[in-house]
């Protein structure tokens, strides 16, 4: 698996597993950990999660399904990059802490390697970069970072940083149908050496029945799914994380990261899906 370099040192897979929706229904837990359980099998290492995800259902089904796997064997724990993220309501400087502390407890974890602020709320940046610092000082978080932040936001996210160490990437929505970041924020977060990692790459599906895109993937033996995943991760400094339940697709969104998309077809994605010629809100699902 094709890896990118953090900021902060380290490298962060250009593929995971999203757990958003999980966690949300007791009846369906042991079909999520088994979903988690093979994904981690086949190969994924990259996996995220946030408290907000089922009200922590989310942290605890990967809780479950790391621990089992680590108990058998499956991985070690150093291989995996676990992505869990804070409410920003609970981002003061007590409350991340809080809450990072909590997730770590649902996950069964002595520590996430990436947490996030999942949005911009009403506490000041500089609590929640201080409160971040000092998971990062307790060895309880290894690298922070932010989810759905524009450019202006990066901007003056950095100069709240200070002395400590800088955000180490920004998740937001990034898709062939959502090309809105490749206009400023992709180019400013490749400037600072920052990964973006681009939530539903796939736009929640319904990139796999377009039309265009599947007279293309068929003609390149893919599917339209297959298709819409390579191109987001083809973008430099870009990582992805569609969330996968179902057998074939953890191993059709797998094989998405090995497709090499030569400049033709990189030209017909843009002719199907151009890119942004002005800059416009950012999109968040």
Not at 51 to 78: F, H, K, N, P, S
Not at 219 to 236: F, K, S
Not at 255 to 274: G, I, N, V
């Amino acid at each position: 698996m094709r890896t990118l370099q953090l900021p902060t040192g380290g490298e962060m897979p250009v593929l995971g597993l999203g757990t958003w929706r999980m966690g949300e229904n007791a009846g369906h837990r042991a079909a999520e950990v088994k979903a988690v359980r093979e994904a981690i099998a086949l190969g994924y290492r990259l996996i995220d999660t946030a408290e907000m995800y089922g009200e922590g259902g989310a942290e605890t089904v990967l809780g479950q399904a790391i621990g089992e796997a680590l108990r058998a064997g499956d991985v070690r724990r150093e291989e995996l990059f676990v992505v869990s993220k804070v409410y920003p309501h609970n981002a003061s400087r007590r409350g991340t802490r809080d809450a990072c502390e909590r997730s770590l407890k649902r996950l069964g974890l002595d520590a996430v390697d990436l947490y996030l602020l999942h949005w911009r709320g009403s506490h000041p940046l500089s609590e929640t970069v201080a409160a971040m610092h000092l998971l990062v000082a307790d060895g309880r978080i290894a690298h922070w970072g932010v989810s759905n932040f524009d450019t202006d936001d990066m901007e003056e996210l950095a100069q709240a940083v200070g002395d400590g160490p800088e955000c180490a990437a920004n998740q937001v929505y990034l898709s062939l149908g959502e090309r809105g970041p490749e206009f400023s924020l992709l180019p400013w977060l490749r400037e600072h050496g920052m990964p973006l990692m681009a939530y539903s790459p796939i736009d929640q599906g319904a990139l796999a029945e377009d039309d265009g895109l599947g007279e293309l993937a068929e003609r390149l033996g893919v599917t339209a799914a297959q298709l819409a995943l390579a191109a987001v991760i083809a973008r430099p400094g870009v990582a992805a994380i569609p969330k996968a339940v179902r057998s074939a697709h953890l191993k059709e969104n797998l094989a998405a990261a090995e497709l090499k998309l030569d400049a033709a077809t990189l030209e017909e994605l843009d002719r199907l899906h151009p890119p942004p010629r002005r800059k416009g809100p950012l999109a968040m699902i």
